[in-house]
């Protein structure tokens, strides 16, 4: 990161924010770091335990729906950067229930605007550094069919209540440039996986329920397609947004790693089972007998379950010199190590509230339509 910025990080104690908190904080030890997370299931700050006692680190518990915190916080600490990642995230939660998406996903990225436009466009001292970076997502572009991509073109069509409550978040940022002159930029990134990703999500889920020899879900007949990337790649594609990125753009952030979700659910068994075999401690922890593709139960799908995604992100390579580089079969097999040794972590994670949304989602849903 080119230089010593005063950034607001919100939603840093959660999967992609703690990474990127991380990541910055070790490419700038001059930047001033303030994470505002309201610590909601998701959020962990533990995540964030390697700089706890950072001198230029700072971690508020706030809901980015309070202007009078977010107020606060931009003008005393005299606030430069945003990088909004706080958001209600899992889109089957979504479809169980969606108000919370609405309520911090539109509600909270509106208040955080006013804030930004309270703060820096109120007539103090012009600062032409600022940047109000939007992390989204490429669901807000709907389903593809067999073939093509998604372009920062593609018009919105969002399916779920989770990607709807994004799309609107989009649309909001977009204004605040627009009308009031705002200095946004937008990323729309495909499915990330890595380190610190809640349980909920496709990968750990299957890789702690491999682990733990439970049955893997796979929803409808697994012939769903994702874009995957390594979260440290989209960290390093946010960095090259906020050095690089103009002001008023959108750039789509992907890994060219097309995958079906049961070609990933067969990929992390042999992981799992690999990094079992191969240590006789583990072996004993995590005892089974055979291959852990045995474990796969294909399950009821997913309400208006998108079918394909697909980002082309020749934008950001080609304008800003981005690329992923992490190849996903080496990512998957990293992070499948990541879980197996930080049992820990997503022990504690998985605490009372995870079991119950567990049942509900997958209770009585084992046979497939
Ligand atoms: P996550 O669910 O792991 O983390 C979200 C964080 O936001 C948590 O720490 C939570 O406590 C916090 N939060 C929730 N509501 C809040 C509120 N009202 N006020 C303050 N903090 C609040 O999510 P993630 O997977 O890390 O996703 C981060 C962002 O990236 C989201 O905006 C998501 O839409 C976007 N995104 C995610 C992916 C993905 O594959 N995970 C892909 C593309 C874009
Ligand atoms: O148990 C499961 N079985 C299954 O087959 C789960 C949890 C998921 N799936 C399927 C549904 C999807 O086709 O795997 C695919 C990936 O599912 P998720 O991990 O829930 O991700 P997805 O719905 O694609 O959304 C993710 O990517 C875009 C993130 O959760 C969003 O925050 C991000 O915006």
């Not at 580089?325 to 879980?339: I, P, Q, S």
């Amino acid at each position: 990161m080119d230089r010593a910025r005063r950034a607001l990080i919100t939603g840093g104690a959660g999967f992609i924010g703690s990474n990127f908190t991380l990541y910055m904080r070790a490419k700038n030890p001059d930047a001033r770091i303030v994470v505002l997370d309201k610590l909601t299931y998701a959020g962990n700050l533990e995540n964030l335990a390697p700089i706890k006692r950072d001198a230029n680190f700072s971690f508020i518990k706030g809901d980015i729906n309070a202007f009078e915190t977010v107020d606060s916080v931009m003008r005393e600490d005299n606030i430069d950067t945003v990088v909004n990642f706080a958001a209600e995230s899992h889109v089957d939660r979504s479809i169980l229930g969606p108000r919370a998406f609405v309520e911090t996903n539109v509600m909270g990225t509106f208040t955080l605007l006013e804030a930004a436009r309270k703060n820096w466009l109120g007539g103090g001292a012009s600062n032409d550094k600022r940047i109000f970076l939007h992390v989204s997502t490429d669901e807000v572009y709907g389903s593809l069919g067999e073939t093509g991509y998604f372009t920062e073109e593609t018009p919105y069509s969002p399916n779920s209540p989770y990607s709807a409550s994004k799309a609107a978040s989009d649309h909001l940022v977009r204004a605040y440039h627009h009308t009031y002159g705002l200095p946004v930029i937008t990323t729309n990134c495909s499915n990330n996986y890595g380190p610190y990703q809640f349980p909920e999500k496709l990968i750990p889920l299957i890789t702690i329920n491999a682990l733990t020899g439970k049955p893997l879900p796979v929803y409808g007949d697994g012939g769903n397609v994702r874009d995957w990337l390594h979260v440290e790649d989209h960290c390093a594609a946010i960095e090259t947004a906020l050095d690089r990125g103009k002001i008023g753009e959108v750039y789509n952030v992907g890994g060219r790693a097309e995958r079906k979700n049961i070609d990933i659910v067969n990929l992390i068994c042999g992981a799992v089972d690999a990094a079992v075999n191969s240590d006789k401690a583990l072996r004993e922890l995590y005892p089974f007998d055979g291959s852990r593709k045995k474990l796969i139960t294909y399950v009821k799908d997913r309400p208006g379950h998108d079918r394909r995604y697909a980002i082309d992100c020749a934008k950001i390579e080609k304008e800003l010199g981005w690329t992923p580089a992490v190849a996903f079969e080496d990512g998957v097999r990293a992070t499948v190590d990541w879980y197996v040794k930080n049992r820990k972590w997503w022990e504690r994670v998985m605490s009372g509230e995870y079991v119950k949304y567990y049942e509900r989602q997958y209770g009585g849903r084992s046979a497939r339509p």
